[in-house]
């Protein structure tokens, strides 16, 4: 599902017009990339957590030459599903 599919299922399931829609999924996925960005973690009980969490640099190689590379660190975001993500993804 893209998020054109989810605009239109959302709006079909609450009767929300397409546009209402569109501007809670923008405003939902901008405040939580100002969040993770700064540091924080936004959670929703039941869905999940959403953070960052640091990389540290490492020793690599590359893989046509062989040579030994040094990957930097990196601030990266995670996602951690919640107990009921999981269960219903789970469920058979």
Same mark, same amino acid.
Do not use: C, H, W, Y
């Given at each position: 599902m893209?998020?054109?599919e989810m605009?239109?299922?959302i709006a079909?399931?609450?009767?929300l017009?397409?546009a209402d829609?569109? /501007?809670?999924?923008n405003?939902f996925?901008?405040?939580?990339?100002? *969040?993770?960005a700064?540091g924080g973690?936004?959670?929703i009980?039941g869905?999940?957590s959403? /953070?960052s969490a640091?990389?540290k640099?490492?020793?690599?190689?590359?893989?046509? *030459?062989?040579?030994?590379?040094?990957?930097?660190a990196?601030?990266?975001? /995670?996602?951690v599903?919640?107990k009921q993500?999981?269960?219903?993804?789970n469920a058979?």
């Amino acid at each position: 599902m893209n998020k054109t599919e989810m605009i239109d299922a959302i709006a079909e399931q609450t009767g929300l017009t397409k546009a209402d829609v569109a /501007k809670v999924l923008n405003a939902f996925v901008e405040k939580t990339v100002e *969040t993770v960005a700064a540091g924080g973690e936004f959670t929703i009980i039941g869905f999940g957590s959403f /953070k960052s969490a640091v990389r540290k640099a490492r020793e690599g190689r590359n893989p046509s *030459t062989g040579e030994t590379i040094q990957i930097p660190a990196a601030t990266l975001p /995670k996602f951690v599903p919640g107990k009921q993500f999981k269960d219903a993804v789970n469920a058979k």
